[in-house]
Antibody
């Protein structure tokens, strides 16, 4: 079955970086993109961006431009997201989710059909 | 960017009764191809979100038919015909017409 296994939670200091991983299994890794969504404590969902494991194409929300980097490793079927210059308001659960339609460029209708369990990132001095 | 607004934000419902959640977008999500790029997700307590509906009205595999999505343009509705205890959680609408994709604030459904 399709599964996304996310890395363990991390505690970071303000100004540091964190790299979260998402290992995919159970499907053709390069055929479907991965989306990252975060959820601050007690808050709603926030779309951060998308990456194509086939082409490496990315699409980041403008809010995070310059501060996040999404990459893929096809040999290990793993997607990574690095968030730099961490602030206290980056404290959140970070989810990766497989997109349900194939595509190498972010298009319309890229719903998320399988989600990881989330990685908690805590930013605290 | 497209702003999504849901109402109500809190929805207490008696089991067996219907429930309705509204989602409004700041611009039309109806594309010239006839599709409405509006999805619904449910996040049950302590769990990751799960897809309920995409393209306005297409139920995901395994989603009970008591869930129905409707609407077009800027106004959408998620209806639950008879609420069950397992339906508790936070419901989010999300637009996938254009990047950045965006979610509504969420509607928390609880059992009375």
């Amino acid at each position: 079955q399709v599964e996304l296994l996310q890395s363990r939670g991390e505690v970071k200091k303000p100004g540091a970086s964190v790299k979260v991983s998402c290992k995919a299994s159970g499907y053709t890794f390069t055929s479907y993109g991965i989306t990252w969504v975060r959820q601050a404590p007690g808050q709603g969902l926030e779309w951060m961006g998308w990456i194509s494991p086939y082409s490496g194409n990315t699409n980041y929300a403008e809010k995070f431009q310059g501060r996040i980097t999404m990459t893929t490793d096809t040999s290990s079927t793993t997607v990574y997201m690095e968030v730099g210059s961490l602030r206290s308001d980056d404290t959140a659960v970070y989810y990766c989710a497989k997109v349900g339609v194939p595509g190498t460029i972010l298009g319309r209708g890229f719903y998320m059909d399988v989600w990881g369990k989330g990685t908690t990132v805590t930013v605290s001095s | 960017d497209i702003v999504m607004t849901q109402s109500p934000l809190s929805l207490p419902v008696t089991p067996g009764e219907p429930a309705s959640i509204s989602c409004r977008s700041s611009q039309s999500l109806l594309h010239s191809n006839g599709y409405n790029y509006l999805d619904w997700y449910l996040q049950k307590p302590g769990q990751s979100p799960q897809r309920l509906i995409n393209l306005g009205s297409h139920r995901a595999s395994g989603v009970p038919d008591r869930f129905r999505g409707s609407g077009s343009g800027t106004d959408y509705t998620l209806q639950i015909s008879r609420v069950e205890a397992e339906d508790v959680g936070v419901y989010y609408c999300m637009q996938t017409l254009e990047a950045p994709y965006s979610f509504g604030q969420g509607t928390k459904l609880e059992i009375k």
